[in-house]
């Protein structure tokens, strides 16, 4: 048993249950005097000093070497300690702990969190801190920070003496730009998330920590009144600064209050109670939460902005050899100085309006420039409202935008500079609208004008080699569209007209239809980008929500497309679009629709008939030719495909059809259910096929089923033989990825055909908690049934807040009203499930019988 340290252990319990008191109380009271009147510094270096007393007593109480030191790092060293931040302590010791240093130590530790503090702690001697941050540059950043709170002052003199001796600024500066680079890049690029994380995000209060390091680390200053000495900031930008600080320091206070931990994110949960509290009203057009959130926005590109400047400044500053590179010049109002784009004269823009464009379209042409100079960057923010009717009706100045949207590079990238300088909004009077503009449909995640952005950057990528392994199709397509920027100009405009009431693609047309007269299009360039405008929702809607094995609503989908150019067009918007709304929308199975929908219309465009657009022929060869590969012989497949239909044929992919085949050629007449999973080709979810004689609720059973093991039905085919068999297939997927699906595969086909076997009840799944995103912004359920235009079967069309067991409800409803089901297109984007159903029933001609199932499945869909 190793020896005790020589402390009284009742001495520091004492101290703990007094301390944990004080600490509690203490925290009240900076809580209660915080929100009677909000200061940001007194909360945050009041709850520093509160921490820093307990530490103290316990220091003290547990009898610590005087030749140690105990020093605050990191926000905590910095004085900002925010409601829930964690407490970042580093003890400095002049050698190595020996054994009872070790259990004095511990004692220490264990103290410290009982008296309520979460502690990130080091124990490092001098040359073991300075190896340490030599080798990572967030342990490097931490001690920039160091502050001592009690202990040997000449040990941390020395320390921190050694420490900045040791410290090469330029390749911190260097790392920090490429650690703000990552995490930007974590964020995607944009302050826009509908849910930001204030800290994180770019704009967020990382930008504002991080230009304090560099400045600290290059002794150019503490505060940001230092940097506007050095003229390295005007008087105005430290102005903005601190009220940008200020806002994002009491919104993260707020948060933590709010959420009782150390919660950085701007959750829809929290969005309305932080409005409330921090005094937001809602206006005629917003609610509370969206005024808060636009105000946020704002206040992140205006910080970002700041970022770039004063980083532009550093690097002139810690690289001044750089600055007495060459300057070439460029055009009378242009030169480039230190790889970045200079105006030669601070009144450019002032003398030369159309400049304030042609900035733009000189870092496209010109590959080796890197950025704008910081006065640049100034001057094109403080004269941005040189952009009016009269700048927007120069012909000039709409050649040179036209000319952005032409060029082979950098429009992504200029684009997202000119929104964030507000150069975007100026030009383009109706973007104004949109900045920031949330949208609460439970799928996108960005404000519109980003998820507009979002939807170019993908457009661009279909024109780089680089990305081609990853859109084989969209690049090829790409490649052979003449005049592909056209789509720029689609995409800029699709969604525009959001928020204004009334149907956004029909007012977006209107838009659209004025920029491309005003900046003199042909008409038959303006023609393709009005109606990719209006119809940028019309291929996702039929290929998600129609049964696209009709051939009758292929040659209606031919016909509002009328010309192959368009339909590649609207392909390559759509599959954009649709990427551009969240990561978490996308997925291969909806690629797959969109393309099967493509191909289809492609084939009757070119002169096939409905049905040969279709395949059928082709897709049956393609399936014995899969066959004949897998090693089965000529004619095996016959028995089962005489008891399919053309309906079974059209709605499989021939790798579908051979993989049914190989299982169930020798079992067309199975006594028993057959039940085969397998990991789908995307890699992104389980094919599951089920073929068993057919049953009344076999269709609820099924989703019961499904349902009951966590799993999202993504794609259902519902098909019955013509000798009474159904052969139902599904495309599953697990939206938590609990599980390897490869480890589920055999608890599905066994579980699940014993459950059919022994005819065992449906199981109704557990209701499970709904997400975030539909408590706040519920969806109000609508159904809708109506014939098809054949009349031979009926179209069930719901809109609903997706939830576990959503199409469970919906099969069991449709049952107990003798309804049958032939497919379930699931349409689940985001949160918002839009589902269509194929189905038949004696009484759906009878419109009492269907306004009877309509108000069941209302009652169901209710949340």
Not at 80 to 88: A, C, I, Q, R, T
Not at 674 to 698: N, P, S, W, Y
Not at 761 to 776: I, Y
Not at 791 to 819: C, E, K, Q, T
């Amino acid at each position: 048993m190793p020896p005790q340290p020589a402390l009284s252990v009742f001495g520091v319990q004492d101290a703990i249950a007094n301390l944990r008191e004080r600490l509690a109380q203490g925290g009240v009271a900076l809580r209660e005097t915080y929100e009677a009147r909000p200061a940001t510094a007194k909360m945050l270096q009041g709850r520093c000093a509160l921490v820093d007393e307990s530490i103290f007593a316990l220091w003290t109480a547990c009898d610590m070497p005087a030749d140690a030191v105990l020093v605050a790092v990191g926000g905590y060293g910095r004085g900002e300690l925010y409601p829930g931040s964690d407490v970042d302590l580093m003890i400095l010791l002049p050698q190595p702990a020996d054994e009872a240093l070790r259990a004095k130590l511990s004692i220490l530790t264990g103290a410290l969190w009982d008296v309520g503090l979460e502690i990130g702690q080091s124990v490092r001697t001098p040359a073991e801190c300075l190896e340490a941050a030599a080798e990572d540059i967030t342990v490097q950043t931490n001690l920039l920070e160091a502050r001592k709170l009690t202990g040997n002052g000449e040990l941390f003199e020395d320390f921190t003496r050694r420490f900045h001796q040791q410290l090469d600024v330029r390749k911190f500066f260097k790392a920090k730009l490429l650690e703000q680079q990552q995490r930007y890049g974590r964020h995607n690029d944009t302050p826009f998330a509908l849910e930001p994380n204030c800290k994180e995000s770019p704009g967020g209060l990382r930008d504002l920590q991080m230009l304090g390091w560099i400045a600290r680390a290059a002794g150019l200053g503490r505060h940001w009144r230092d940097l506007v000495r050095k003229r390295l900031l005007t008087g105005t930008e430290a102005r903005e600064l601190r009220s940008a600080e200020r806002f994002l320091q009491h919104l993260r206070i707020r948060l933590h209050y709010l959420s009782g931990r150390a919660e950085d994110r701007l959750l829809f949960d929290h969005q309305e109670k932080l409005a409330r509290v921090m005094g937001i009203v809602p206006t005629g057009a917003k609610r509370a939460s969206e005024v808060l959130m636009q105000r946020y926005y704002l206040t992140a590109r205006k910080l970002m902005q700041i970022n770039a400047i004063l980083l532009q400044n550093y690097g002139a500053v810690i690289f001044p050899e750089e600055g007495g590179a060459a300057t070439f010049v460029i055009n009378e109002r242009f030169q480039s100085q230190r790889g970045l784009l200079d105006i030669r004269s601070d009144d450019v823009f002032e003398k030369h309006p159309s400049a304030l464009l042609e900035c733009f379209l000189i870092l496209q042409q010109r590959s080796e420039l890197k950025d704008m100079t910081a006065r640049t960057l100034r001057a094109l923010w403080l004269n941005r409202k040189r952009i009016n009717a009269a700048f927007r009706a120069d012909p000039d100045n709409r050649r040179l935008f036209i000319q952005i949207l032409q060029q082979k590079r950098g429009i992504v990238h200029e684009f997202r500079r000119m929104n964030q300088y507000d150069i975007l909004s100026h030009y383009l009077p109706a973007w104004r609208r949109i900045v920031g503009q949330m949208q609460h449909d439970l799928f996108h995640a960005y404000t519109v004008d980003q998820h507009i952005l979002m939807v170019v950057r993908n457009l661009r990528r279909f024109t780089m080699g680089e990305h081609m392994h990853e859109y084989p199709l969209m690049t090829r397509l790409m490649s052979a569209f003449e005049r592909h920027w056209l789509l720029y100009v689609a995409a800029l405009f699709h969604d525009i007209a959001k928020g204004r009431g009334g149907d956004h693609s029909r007012l977006g047309m209107a838009d659209a239809q004025a920029f491309c007269v005003q900046h003199e299009l042909d008409p038959e360039d303006t023609a393709l980008v009005v109606w990719l405008v209006e119809h940028h929702l019309t291929m996702s809607t039929v290929a998600q929500k129609q049964d696209t094995a009709d051939p009758l609503v292929i040659q209606r989908f031919a016909d509002v497309v009328r010309t192959e150019r368009r339909l590649v067009a609207l392909y390559l918007l759509t599959h954009a679009d649709i990427r551009g709304t969240s990561p978490k929308v996308w997925n291969g199975w909806r690629g797959k629709l969109l393309e099967d929908l493509f191909f289809a219309t492609q084939r009757l465009l070119r002169g096939a008939t409905p049905e040969q657009a279709l395949g059928l022929d082709d897709r049956q060869e393609d399936a014995r030719r899969l066959l004949r590969y897998h090693g089965l012989r000529a004619g095996v497949e016959d028995a089962l495909w005489a008891q399919l239909d053309a309906v079974y044929f059209m709605r499989h992919s021939p790798e579908e059809i051979a993989w049914h085949s190989r299982v169930l050629y020798y079992r067309v007449e199975a006594d028993e259910p057959v039940v085969k999973a397998r990991i789908a080709e995307d890699h992104q979810g389980l094919q599951v096929m089920v073929f068993t004689r057919d049953e009344k609720d076999l269709f609820v059973r099924l989703t019961g089923f499904f349902g009951r093991l966590g799993f999202s039905i993504l794609d259902a085919k519902v098909h019955t033989t013509r000798h009474g068999y159904a052969l139902d297939s599904f495309i599953l997927q697990d939206p938590g990825q609990q599980a390897s699906y490869r480890d589920v595969v055999v608890l599905i086909e066994h579980e699940l055909a014993d459950r059919l076997k022994r005819h065992a009840p449906p199981d109704r799944p557990s209701a499970g908690r709904l997400s975030r995103q539909v408590k706040h912004f519920p969806i109000t359920p609508q159904v809708s049934i109506r014939p098809d235009d054949a009349g031979r079967h009926y179209i069930l069309s719901l809109v609903a807040a997706d939830r576990p067991g959503l199409l469970f409800d919906v099969a069991d409803v449709l049952a107990r009203n003798g309804i049958d089901l032939h497919t379930a297109k699931i349409a689940t984007l985001g949160e918002r499930a839009e589902d269509t159903f194929l189905m038949t029933g004696r009484g759906l001609s009878q419109d009492a019988h269907v306004v009877k199932v309509e108000r069941e499945l209302l009652e169901r869909l209710q949340v």
